[in-house]
């Protein structure tokens, strides 16, 4: 515990382009900027395989692939490939790794509604993009959002390791604090990091509750 | 000796088995232990805890919700935080990576155990199984499908998330990682994540076929 | 603030293996920094002890010499190359000693009872601040002193200890005063070159030295110190045998050739223990 | 008026689900598709809102061609009910049933009026509007499936089996539901069943379909288990025809004597061989021999006009003097049917004559 | 023989499930509980093999308290057949239907003999024994649910709506298989259900139960059919009840007329309102009028002695003649049963007589 006193104690942790307020900044623009990017992608891309139902089988396999790549690996390739000049050679993994939890989930959220339903609203006379629209996403939405949960885990996690290549963030207090034996550095930063993590998992626990209809997640209790 | 960098098969073929400490084949080895060891200690682990969250309902819901939360911890930090307990070894990476594989495999066999139908477990109780025998001979064998299915993930993700503990030196392939980005050079990186994406396949093959060979019922139903 | 006593970097092993015997035991475990230099050397005296019949463990790439050292203090590692200026600078913030011969002697007055240090080889690989010839040209900058009128408006880069070693002391010798700390690792002459950082810690053997355009500053005030290759031994594991042919090694070992080897490792991508054992066997050492 | 005009249907894997159907479903009544599974019942219902589309012949609503009709269009007129309701789980029941109006353009307000409007008139309460569909009995949501068909009063009803799911208790009174609704509305409905009883109880025509699509036949359904055109048809009706046949045919005609009902304690005549003994309210207890001697035995009742002729027979059969009492809505005994009467309404009604009666709904 | 004792059931809510049940199930014979929905069919049931145990009173097995027996001891003497077959997934058919006596020890062969020979009793081909649960119909689930339970020879076997999830077709042929089983075996059959006509077809005795778990009646189909004890009986026996009675009455003793059946082509005597017009190998063609004039009309026919008087009456109701046409096995006609000889048939059942025929079985 003396090492996070002397870590959140130390004022020099608290100003200037190394401090906490800025590294945090920093966490936050690479992985939501990443975040997005993924989502833009993958969205829009697994809305409209899940309602075509072509190219199923193409995400499904890619989805298995991508979660084999090594994070730390394709860092370092677009890092060798790209240079440290820009950020892109860190938001570019990012999104790689990201967009496969968004597509899955999207593509089988959208799939995975009752074909009954689908039917249902065909016959009541809603045209494609309304069927998809009003009633598609609304009650694939709890997928939806677990893959946009898994991506920003996955973010916030593969945005520490990116310190690592010279990046910003709250990873540089881990990496650097390893590399001068400043524990207080290491644990301070990993406290942090962590609950970075668990707030972004508590948002989107909280997005789920406000946007995901009681009729779909069933929380309401009979009478 | 010639000059200029060598192409990726000469690579290869030089540092596969040097004999010496950080040899292509050296780190494999160290990798496989690694990923292997969660894996394993991870299903057995959560077997025995997916089993009470059956038994003592109650037990569930605060079970899930603290893996879940341990699940969404990024592994860096964790591995730094942890080497105040067990130092710069192995044992700081295999901890980690086997609280994630429980996070993936304890609602798995939950699952798989609630995917027993109740008309089948009331057929066991009724034909004079007694409750050790059923879960033995009726429940877990049912569960199996769901639980192997969970064991893919964990298997994939296991085996490409050691290459993280290059951080702390303790990384597997993934030191190949690291010390391409010190001497900047392409093809350890590349072999490396060939390497990852490899055993994971092969990981997962092997489980895929370990699940044809345990649950036969399964694939007689994809045959039909 | 320091880690304190509690720091677990102090402490515990830095095994690969996770499983490092304290010390002793005629095995020699020798470690080395996580760089390439340092990877070879290690290297070296490595299959040079083999040859000579010790029975030798290898734990390339530990970690910077604030976790290294501690090893060797605690005896998880025998043997580390390391650098005799550094070292100094490192058990005795306050030394002043700039010469082979005064670091080495201030050396054996600082160090803890169970280290000591081997003779120091004439190969040396200087700390220094470089920049590209452009800059040097634009804000003529010759030394460092010419830096601290324009280092305010400057990115430094370096490995992620350099800061926390160098800031108070480049202040209080030359007044520099630099605009932010990035730590650019391994990459930090290229970050020179790319515009990333404006100046930055690059060892004088690096060969990127050359092939980047970058030029290193002079330091009038030495106050990088000489930088010799010297074995670093945790005494419990030294015996006579390593002691000679470390020492033997030492003596072969030269700027030029520390220079080629890293050539190779670094332009032509060959492996340390590949181009240690080539130079141990033409110079009848392996 | 919907219209098959030897309408063909072959699916890309050459099935022919629908073969040559001519048939009119006509205004305001109800034409029900039976058949056994597989048979394209669903099929041919899903062509005429052009979910699927005819591969040969045409489909006319009201002599227009439903080809012609852009299908989201065509869907808003159309009312579709199905089997599990298909409501849409992040609604709340009155945003269910108001989807057509608001797709219609309704406002907000106009289409909740109309939706409680409608939940009311298929029998649930006001109190159910703001829940959501997985807080209801399948009963309950199959009552909002028909209530959210209904929304923007559309002419033409589809209904591919509704009620299938529910258990048979409560698809008895869907369908009575159903007839009452119709009985004030009058929609043209075409109704998907392959259970003949409920295609019996809620036609005003059957259609018999056999598998690959064909007509095996279309009738009323009394002429239907009267006349089945051939043993398909006869099988599928299955082996109570006969007695089935008996709830088309009409108790109003029915003689019914008044002197076979006595008092309790009645000390008179006993040249009769049983008498029905009568509280003093007029409510049966039960007949008595014509000697006077045991004890009142058990009978059966009906309700002349209400119930039909299989009642009638049922409630001969139950009592020992085989005559049948009828009773009044509140039980009071109208008088006695015997033997022969019915013997003779029922040979009447065999041997020719073509009765028209509903079937008897909601008895018991 | 089963006996409940002033068996309750009161589960930790406080429901009353089973409410002070005294009853006999005798050795050989099937015991029906029938009863709405949540009357304590399935608790009465499970208490038998103690997959619950009774709150109040004792249940004996041949005189012995189940109570006193460990539970996997007793139920592995006791067969258990429910509703989903509960067959187990992850075994093929053979080693399904071979659990029981695999958990009594039997060696595998032996067991894999027993359950192919049962596999064979319940009708199943033995080429099913290397599938699997899934690649079977409902139906043959059933079946291979039944064979698992007799496969150590119980002689007590507890069904739990076995058949309730099957299509009726399937169902009725369960039905009449498990009779005939039940005519070789002579098990102590306990059967749940809640549906009157299969607890009427199976039962030997039937208890109906009514909500609360209070016991309303015990007595044989017929009995139940005849003298409902109160009005809840009645209710639940449904409005055929009087119809339905019929299946008890026998046909063997109606007299069949064979003046009625003439040739095609017939040429001579008129006097009859109706003539059965018959091929020359004997089956029936149809109903002419006596004075010649008009097609073949539609005729329904019963097997005397096999067929029950409410087959017969069915025929009858089928012809404008009224009369039901008796044939043999082949369809040849034997004979034609009048109206007037019908009516003193069932009027001489109803009418005080109460007759033992089994229930008609498998007719059509
Ligand atoms: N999309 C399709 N592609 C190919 N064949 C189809 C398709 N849809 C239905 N069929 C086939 O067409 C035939 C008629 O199907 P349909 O669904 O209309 O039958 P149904 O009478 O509604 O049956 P059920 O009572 O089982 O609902 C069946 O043989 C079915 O297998
Ligand atoms: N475990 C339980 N705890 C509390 N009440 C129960 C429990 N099991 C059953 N009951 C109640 O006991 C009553 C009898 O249940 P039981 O299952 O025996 O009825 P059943 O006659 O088999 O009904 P069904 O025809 O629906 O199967 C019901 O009211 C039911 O709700
Ligand atoms: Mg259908
Ligand atoms: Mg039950």
Known sequence: MTWLGDFFGDPANWSGPGGIPMRLLEHLEFSVLALLLAALVAIPLGLLIGHTGRGGLVVVVSANLSRALPTLGLLVMFVLLLGTASIWPVIIPLVLLSVPPILVNTFEGIRGVDPELRDAAYGMGLRGGQVLGRVLVPVALPLILLGLRLSAIQVVATTTVAAYTGLGGLGRFVIDGFATKDYASVVGGSVLIVLFALVVQLGFTLAQRVTVSPGVSRRLKTR | MNDGPPTIWEWVARNWD???????????????????????????????????????????QPTAGLFNVI???????????????????????????????????????????????????????AMGFTPLRRLVRVELPIATPVVLAGLRVVAVSSISLVSVGALIGQGGLGMLFTRAYQNPFMPPVVVGIVLIVALALVADGLLVLAQRLLTPWVRARRAS | GGGGGGNPLDTTSAAPSGSAPAGGGGKAVIGSFDFDESVLLGSIYAQALEAKGVQVEEKPRIGSREVVYDQVKSGGLTIVPEYNGNLLAFVDLKATAATTDEVNAALKEKLPPELEVLDSSPAEDKDTLSVTKETQTKDSLTTMEDL???SKSMVVGGPPEFKKRWEARFKEVYGLEFKEWKPTGPTTADAIKDGTVQVGNVFSTDPKMAANGLVALQDPKNIFPAQNVTPLLNKAAASDTVKTVLNDVSAKLTTQSLLDMMQKISVNKDEPATVAKEWLTTNGLG | MITFDAVTKRYPDGTVAVDDLTLEAP????????????????TSLRMINRMIDATEGSILLDGRPVREIDPPTLRRGIGYVIQQAGLFPHKNIVDNIATVPRLLGWDRR????????????????????????????????????VARALAADPPVLLMDEPFSAVDPVVRTSLQDELLRLQAELHKTIVFVTHDIDEAIKLGDRVAVLRVGGRLAQLADPETLLAQPTDDFVREFLGHDRGIRRLQFVPTDGLPLRSGLTVPEGYDGDRSEPWLLTVTPDGRPVGWVPGDGKGGPEPFGTFRPGLDSMRAALDAALLSPSGCAVAVDDDGRVLGVATRDDLDAALTGAVDGGRPHARPERGHE
Request: glycine fraction near 12%; proline fraction near 7%; charged fraction near 15%.
């Open chain 4, 110 to 145: 106009k289409a909740r009026d109309r939706a409680m409007q409608l939940l009311e008139r298929v029998g649930l309460e006001p109190g159910m509007a703001e829940r959501y569909p997985f807080q209801l009995s399948g009963g309950q949501q199959q009552r909002v499936g």
């Open chain 2, 71 to 125: 699940y969404a911890l990024p592994s860096l930090p964790v591995f730094m935080l942890l080497i105040s307990v067990t130092g710069l070894s192995k044992t700081t990476v295999i901890i980690p990576l086997t609280f994630y594989a429980m996070a993936v495999l304890i609602p798995a066999v939950v699952d798989g155990l609630g995917s027993v139908p109740d008309h089948v477990r009331q057929s066991a109780v």
């Open chain 4, 27 to 42: 205004t305001g009544e109800i034409t029900v598709f039976v058949g056994p599974s597989g048979c394209g019942k669903t």
């Open chain 2, 18 to 60: 040097t004999g010496r400490v950080g040899s292509i084949k050296d780190l494999l080895g160290d990798h496989l232990v690694m990923s292997l060891v969660p894996i394993v200690a991870g299903l057995v682990l959560a077997l025995p805890l997916g089993l009470a969250s059956v038994r003592w309902r109650w037990l569930y």
């Open chain 3, 148 to 150: 601290a009128k324009v």
